[in-house]
């Protein structure tokens, strides 16, 4: 019962998603829409950037445990493609501010994946370098996301899936992907 719950509301908030912008909704609007309680919505969810987050965390989460032998360029692929295709929700979603806002979370998903793909195939964290770099590319890759969706770029997903790979960190860039098991959404 309380995944039912939890995807019915995740389910409103995706159907407002797409005829409205992230500055609009409201965790009243998705309750009214839902014909909810407040206290059920929050009992889910902390705001209407946490729905936002779990959304698409639940999304690439599960794009990228559908295969378990991607390649850096075959999984920024997949990223920009699922992004193209929702590119209407997408750029609704990066309208956001602050610290809740959709690029700090694709930010911190990017890092925690590179982070958890060193601890997975290697066996250690990211030295300081290595997190330094990291972090960079995060921050502009999210960047470069947002201004390919708004088509200032004359890329095809491939390539610029492509040429993403390069800016990793070089000690990164050989290690495939990976993701811990318990890393799926609730």
Request: hydrophobic share 40%.
């Amino acid at each position: 019962m309380i995944n039912q719950t939890k995807e019915y509301i995740l389910s409103v908030f995706n159907d407002m998603l797409k005829t409205t912008s992230m500055q609009k909704i409201t965790v009243e609007g998705i309750c009214r829409r839902a014909q909810i309680a407040k206290s059920t919505f929050y009992k889910y969810y902390l705001d209407k950037f946490d729905i936002m987050n779990y959304n698409y965390q639940l999304v690439i989460d599960t794009s990228i445990k559908s295969r378990d032998d991607y390649t850096w360029e075959e999984l920024f692929k997949a990223i920009l493609d699922f992004m193209q295709a929702h590119a209407s929700e997408m750029r609704k979603s990066f309208e956001t501010q602050g610290i809740n806002s959709f690029n700090c979370f694709m930010y911190n998903y990017s890092y925690n994946l590179v982070e958890t793909t060193s601890n997975i195939v290697r066996n250690g964290y990211l030295s300081p370098q290595e997190a330094f770099q990291t972090s960079v590319f995060c921050h502009g890759a999210v960047d470069m996301c947002q201004d390919w969706l708004d088509e200032k770029f004359d890329l095809s997903s491939a390539e610029a899936a492509a040429l993403l790979v390069p800016m990793l960190p070089p000690s990164l860039i050989v290690l495939p992907p990976r993701l811990l098991p318990d890393r799926q959404a609730n």
